[in-house]
Every structure is written in structure tokens, then in C-alpha cells.
Nanobody
Framework: VQLQASGGGLVQPGGSLRLSCAAS????????MGWYRQAPGKQREFVAL???????TYADSVKGRFTISRDSAKNTIYLQMHSLKVEDTAVYYC?????????WGQGTQVTVSS
């Protein structure tokens, strides 16, 4: 599956942003879809995960502020981000897992700065 992430941008601390990740095919056949991020000079880290049965998992650092969701009709998942902090600045990547195969999107930059 091919993934296309979008929605990044520049936002002030405390602001909100919604990222989208559009898949080339039906997301109902995917085992998991998720979001990761990579800040400059740091390793890529897990942000949020959505299973095909609708269960969600979040990193402690974003719990209560970020929400992962999906629109199966649009083959798209979203990451709604609220109360953004400077430390949320990173390139955000979506991924998908299907039968052990992992696919990655190209990444979208999120910059939180005053």
C-alpha cells in the first residue's frame, strides 16, 4: 500500500493541527495504521496506533492531547493534535502494517514555535 501524509505546518504552542494519511487502497484490509515522528538529531519514535478493530495506543508524551482516527470511506487516517508543545516539532510519518509488511508515507513537517 502507498501512503500520502499531509497537513503539517507551523503552529504556535498550545495550538492544534490535524494530519491526514491517505492510503492507495482499502484500509479495512490493513492490520494496523499508525503515526511516528522524528525530531532533528533523534531517532524515529512511536506516536499513535490504530488497529483494524478500532483499538488505539498512544505514546505517553501525547496521551490526552492527540487522537488517531480513521475514515474508511476515504481510506484515510488522521492524527488530531491539540495543546501542541515545542517538543512536538518533528517530521511525522504514517505507516501501515499488512500481513507483516510495513509501508511508510513520505512524512509531513510539524513545527511548533512562537
Amino acid at each position: 500500500v502507498q501512503l500520502q501524509a499531509s497537513g503539517g505546518g507551523l503552529v504556535q504552542p498550545g495550538g492544534s493541527l490535524r494530519l491526514s494519511c491517505a492510503a492507495s487502497g482499502s484500509i479495512n484490509s490493513l492490520n494496523y495504521m499508525g503515526w511516528y515522528r522524528q525530531a532533528p538529531g533523534k531517532q524515529r519514535e512511536f506516536v499513535a496506533l490504530l488497529s483494524n478493530i478500532g483499538s488505539t495506543t498512544y505514546a505517553d508524551s501525547v496521551k490526552g492531547r492527540f487522537t488517531i482516527s480513521r475514515d474508511s470511506a476515504k481510506n484515510t487516517i488522521y492524527l488530531q493534535m491539540h495543546s501542541l508543545k515545542v517538543e512536538d516539532t518533528a517530521v511525522y510519518y504514517c505507516n501501515a502494517v499488512q500481513s507483516g509488511v510495513i509501508s511508510w508515507g513520505q512524512g509531513t513537517q510539524v513545527t511548533v514555535s512562537s
